[in-house]
Structure formats: structure tokens, C-alpha cells
């Protein structure tokens, strides 16, 4: 089995790639330091990202390490509007929300929203039946069993690519059990959530596992703290790791890649389609 992803008016086949952007309504995110925080800078970023091509626009409203809290009625006050702005102006391109919550989700899909990011390995068992009830797509991910916003203190599994795995299927299987569309779901190993660098590198060196399923595989590897520590680089000096990693997981099969920088990813997604077209034809 090897679903095409459908979110909305966009399209994914398998060996296919898509590009999702991100774009943070935070004032404190750890790589741009709240500088689309402001509706307007949030909405000319998003331009941006499309023109670079960009299928899809992540929207988020809570940073996701620790710092300020953040309650509902505040996070859907960032999100919400943004998502009716990027629908009406961009009507190509799939709208997703990075949100661990139930209540925002019921939000953002009256906004228009296609997709639900949810990077905390479904923390709110409400949320997978709100996104079967309104449409809505979902990215089923590995967080640890982590509180949302919380670190990690020396995480420890026996394989961390089997045990990922093995819980992404179960949300998966939980969510088409509760009405999500099997083509509209995308499993997350969710480099660094509950994991430590060698966790995020080994499954990035072996993410064919996760592909195997069938699933469509969304990797979320920008500018992370693994890629930091791997190369002892702060986090404005990431690039070049950053494209090395999404290089790798496209040769392996990811489908999906969540990036800060679209251009510079779709040149590395352009090189390794042409080697691995170049190999298909002898």
C-alpha cells in the first residue's frame, strides 16, 4: 500500500515531493525570534514561501519549547485569521495547523484549515475525532509520550526506529478507526521531540522503515537542535545541514518536508530526484 496524500487542492503521489513551510505566530520561536509574529509579516512570509513553491503553509501560534503559556483562546487568536487569509489569497496551496489541541482544531477548520500537524504524538485523544468529523488531514507523530512544550531528560528506547514506528501506525490505525481519510493522513517521526540527537540521526538514517508502511512520510528537520549538535552549530548556521538531512530522507523515501527556507529545499529535493531518475534509467 502507497497512498496518494490528498490535502485539499493539493496532490502528492508516491515519489512525489511536497514542501510545507513554516510559518510561526509566535513572538518567541527559536528560529526567527518572532519576526512573522505581526499578521501582516505572517501573511507576506507565507507569500513568499508560495512563490518559492511552497504546496503547503504551516501555521503555528505556540512555540514549541518551553516559555510563555499560552491558553486556548489565545492560540486560536494567532492562528485562526491567518488561515482564512492564506485560503482566500492562495487558493493552490494546503493550509495546515501545527496544534496539539481539539479546540483549535474545531477553530481552524471553520477557517478553511486542511491539515492538522499534530507534533505531540496525539496527547489530546479528541483531536483525531475532530479532524474525522470536519475533513480535516492529520500527521500522526512520535513525541515520547511527552507533555506538549515539555524536554526531554535522557530519553532511552531499545530501537527507537521500530518503537516510533510501531506507535505512528497505532495513531494511524486509531485515527481511520475514528473517520480520518486514509489519503489524507501523514505519519511524523518528529526528530528531537522526546529523542536526542542520536535518535533523530538514527531515524534519519533509516527512515525507510517508517516509508516502508506506505504511509507518506512528513519530516520535520529545520534548523533542529540534532543537526546543531551534530555539527556544533548555532541555529543560524544550520543551512547546510539542514539540506543534507532533507536530502537523505528524500532519498529514502520521505514524502513531505518542513522547512524554513523552501528554495534552498526544493534545490536539494531537485538534485536527488535527478539522481535517482538518472539511476531509474540505466
Not at 32 to 45: P, V
Not at 69 to 88: H, Q
Not at 165 to 174: D, F, I, P
Request: glycine share 10%.
Amino acid at each position: 500500500m502507497s497512498l496518494t496524500l490528498r490535502l485539499g487542492p493539493v496532490q502528492v503521489p508516491p515519489g512525489s515531493f511536497a514542501v510545507m513551510a513554516v510559518i510561526n505566530r509566535t513572538p518567541d520561536s527559536f528560529y526567527d525570534n518572532g519576526a512573522t509574529y505581526a499578521f501582516g509579516a505572517a501573511l507576506e512570509a507565507a507569500g513568499r514561501a508560495v512563490s518559492d513553491g511552497a504546496q503547503i503553509i504551516d501555521i503555528g501560534g505556540v512555540k514549541a519549547g518551553e516559555g510563555e503559556e499560552v491558553g486556548v483562546s489565545e492560540e486560536i487568536r494567532r492562528v485562526a485569521g491567518l488561515v482564512s487569509a492564506v485560503r482566500e489569497r492562495y487558493p493552490g496551496v494546503a493550509v495546515s495547523v501545527d496544534t496539539w489541541r481539539a479546540e483549535v482544531a474545531l477553530a481552524v477548520a471553520d477557517a478553511g484549515a486542511h491539515l492538522i500537524n499534530d507534533a505531540w504524538g496525539g496527547v489530546d485523544p479528541a483531536l483525531a475525532q475532530v479532524a474525522a468529523d470536519r475533513g480535516l488531514g492529520l500527521v500522526c507523530s512520535h513525541a515520547g509520550g511527552l507533555a506538549p512544550r515539555t524536554v526531554a531528560r535522557d530519553p532511552r528506547y531499545r530501537d527507537v526506529v521500530g518503537e516510533v514506528t510501531a506507535y505512528v501506525t497505532s495513531q494511524v490505525e486509531r485515527a481511520v478507526a475514528a473517520g480520518v481519510a486514509p489519503e489524507a493522513i501523514l505519519i511524523d517521526p518528529a526528530h528531537d521531540f522526546g529523542k536526542d540527537t542520536r535518535h533523530s540521526l538514527e531515524l534519519t538514517r533509516r527512515l525507510d522503515v517508517m516509508v516502508a508502511t506506505g504511509w507518506p512520510v512528513l519530516v520535520a528537520l529545520s534548523n533542529k537542535d540534532f543537526i546543531g549538535e551534530a555539527l556544533a552549530r548555532p541555529v543560524t548556521e544550520r543551512t547546510e545541514g539542514t539540506l543534507a538531512a532533507v536530502a537523505v530522507s528524500a532519498w529514502l523515501g520521505a514524502r513531505v518536508f518542513r522547512v524554513h527556507n523552501v528554495a534552498a529545499a526544493w534545490q536539494a529535493l531537485a538534485a536527488v530526484t535527478a539522481m535517482r531518475d538518472a539511476g531509474a534509467g540505466g
